[in-house]
């Protein structure tokens, strides 16, 4: 459930910013969220058996919140961030 809210909110916000590179953004969040939505259902389970459920959920749960985190900070200063940046110049020659 994290990995989807957590793709939601990077989907969006950065499509909103970088319109332009809406594709490029869209295949890389993909592909990224593919190996990692795999990889943690695929051990959540043996690893909730071996450490007890209690304990492997509140781990996975603590582990998403130290990920979402830098979501909040963009959502709240990614303009400063931006404009620091600069306007992407990549897709300029195509």
């Not at 793709?7 to 990224?32: C, F, M, R």
């Not at 459920?53 to 603590?62: E, G």
């Amino acid at each position: 459930m994290a990995t989807q809210v957590g793709t939601t909110v990077v989907y969006t916000y950065t499509t909103d910013s970088y319109k332009p590179q809406s594709g490029e953004i869209g295949a890389v969040i993909n592909l990224i969220k593919s190996l990692f939505a795999f990889n943690i259902a695929f051990y959540a389970l043996p690893f909730g058996e071996s450490a007890g459920f209690d304990a492997s959920f509140s781990t996975l749960a603590a582990i998403n919140l130290v990920l979402l985190l830098p979501l909040v900070f963009m959502i709240f200063k990614g303009q400063k961030v931006r404009e620091w940046q600069g306007t992407p110049k990549d897709h300029a020659d195509i």
